[in-house]
């Protein structure tokens, strides 16, 4: 059921007895809450936020409506790591309870200065008229996880700009700090700009960067600059691109683009094109974070905005993916699962098989929270490719086609379907590498994760089958191809 104004813009304070406690049991009876998520207990969650290493933890915020699964007022809600695998549930982090982010405590990113967390956050308001004013916020976490706000520390958008301008990304070089704030122009087009300050309390507006995208869609959300072997990165989520072949199939999108460092004085940054970061369904707002060890870390949205999902009547809406490592290889970004989701492994098995002309089930395979590595070599087929969570009517399917060199997510028969105005596959350009396509695959109650030869390309997407569908199958079109699989069972770790 839709919910008016009144309904979205309600605090979790002002719901009616029981109405919560019963929201949470209609999403503890969902069949298709998540083994290994990190997941809402009820209510919406989206963009991550303020993800990072600060007293021994790695902390990770979430967007989080309450009452329900449209998207309304905004908190954020926290949780915690010691190991990017087992995650513990914190409760609120912020509210929407100032008058700098009264309609809504929006995206923003965290960074360690004196030994305190500084969230760093737009606050979200409205006046009678419903129009919007931000502001960029700023609060600080100390070493016993009490949040204090502060006064706003950007309380105006800058001429030129609407009032689409938020998701501020923090970070520091040498003596001074640094932000990007998504944003979109007066006439439409997305941009981000940049803020410099001495001490994370005075920032001044320094201008928008420099980019060879002046016209490339309507709003650049979730912004995020980092720098990776000497290199300029720069990711970001922007609305309103037109579809280009198997480009951009998703009613928003989430990409990067890789170039010399951003020059901090003239705001200039050249870079290479625009790649997405996911090529699945379900993927969005990203954010990363510079490990202690040394590593960038990106956990993103496994969902996406304005899609209605078959959870929304159960109480609970979407999750977040598991935490990736990122490394810059052949001039593009890749992805890997990190190292740590190894201590989710249970129990293995392994089948070598060679399908002829055939559809092969493999009955000493079968799930439905495992990880899986599968190498696909000698490829003498049309077609080649696996179906997981095989049931009497449904199936999910990877298929390659070396002829068109592409890899595609089929997801027609996966079981009760969503979004089929923006179709049912996924596909991306996947040349051969000595002439084998590996997958390696996280499959939860819900959800698909593939990393595709060593992280090459990424598909993330939400599933929703029947909990009595967890076959699996092999299959060669007009010809063979060897298959080499892989899977451990997934330790479920408990409900988030």
């Known amino acids: 059921m839709k919910m008016n104004r009144t309904q979205l813009y309600r605090k979790l304070h002002e719901a009616e007895t029981g109405e919560w406690e019963a929201l ?47 998207h309304g007022i905004k908190y954020w809600y926290h949780t ?21 982010d009264s309609h809504g405590a929006y995206s923003g990113s965290a960074i360690e200065k004196d030994n305190l967390l500084y969230l760093m956050y737009t606050g979200n308001t409205r006046n009678t008229d419903w129009k919007r004013y931000p502001f960029q916020c700023m609060a600080t976490m100390d070493q016993q996880g009490v949040i204090t706000k502060l ?11 609407t009032d689409h301008f ?3 990304k923090v970070w520091q070089d040498g003596e001074y700090y640094y932000c990007v704030i998504g944003a979109q122009r007066i006439d439409q087009t997305g941009c981000a700009v940049l803020y410099q300050s001495p001490d994370l309390q005075e920032w001044t507006f320094q201008g928008e960067l420099n980019t060879a995208l002046p016209s490339f869609g309507y709003m650049w959300e979730c912004p995020d600059y980092f720098e990776l072997d000497q290199q300029g990165v720069f990711l970001f989520s922007p609305q309103g691109l037109a579809t280009i072949g198997d480009q951009f199939q998703n009613i928003y999108q989430s990409g990067y683009m890789i170039g010399t460092p951003l020059d901090l004085n ?17 993927f969005y707002a990203p954010q990363t974070i510079l490990a202690p060890d040394g590593r960038r870390l990106l956990v993103g949205w496994l969902g996406m905005p304005e899609i209605d999902y078959p959870t929304d009547t159960q109480g609970w809406a979407h999750c977040l993916t598991l935490p990736r490592e990122l490394s810059i290889e052949d001039g593009q970004l890749r992805q890997r699962p990190v190292a740590e989701l190894s201590q989710l492994r249970g129990q293995q098995s392994h089948v070598h098989h060679t399908v002829h002309h055939h559809r092969d089930l493999i009955s000493s395979i079968e799930g439905i929270h495992y990880e899986m590595l599968i190498q696909i070599s000698d490829i003498q087929a049309d ?27 089929d997801r027609t028969l996966s079981g009760q379907s969503l979004a089929l105005e923006y179709g ?8 051969l590498e000595e002439g084998i396509v590996t997958l390696h695959l996280f499959m939860d109650t819900s959800s698909i994760e593939v990393f595709v030869n060593d992280g090459r390309n990424v598909f993330t997407s939400r599933i ?13 079109e007009h010809g063979s191809a060897c298959f080499d699989v892989t899977q451990w069972d997934l330790i479920d770790k408990g409900e988030q």
């Open 80 to 100: 915690s790591s010691t190991d990017l695998v087992h995650w513990n549930n914190k409760g609120i982090g912020m509210a929407p309870d100032t008058i700098y």
């Open 464 to 476: 929703f089958p029947q909990l009595n569908s967890t076959g699996f199958a092999l299959f060669a």
């Open 24 to 70: 949470k049991q209609l999403a503890d009876q969902s069949p298709w809450r998540q083994a290994f998520h990190i997941q809402p207990e009820a209510g919406l969650l989206n963009d991550p936020n303020g993800f990072s290493f600060f007293n021994g933890e790695y902390h990770l915020f979430y967007q989080w409506f309450p009452l329900g699964t449209q």
């Open 151 to 161: 006064p706003p520390v950007i309380d105006k958008v800058p001429a030129g700009y």
């Open 266 to 282: 003239t705001r200039q940054f050249d870079h290479g094109e625009f790649y997405e970061l996911d090529h699945g369904f379900d």
């Open 383 to 409: 077609k080649v490719g696996i179906e997981v969570r095989v049931g009497t009517d449904e199936k999910t399917v990877l298929y390659y086609e070396p002829a068109l060199e592409k890899l595609t997510l």
């Open 166 to 168: 938020r998701d501020p």
């Open 424 to 431: 049912t596959t996924r596909s991306c350009s996947l040349p």
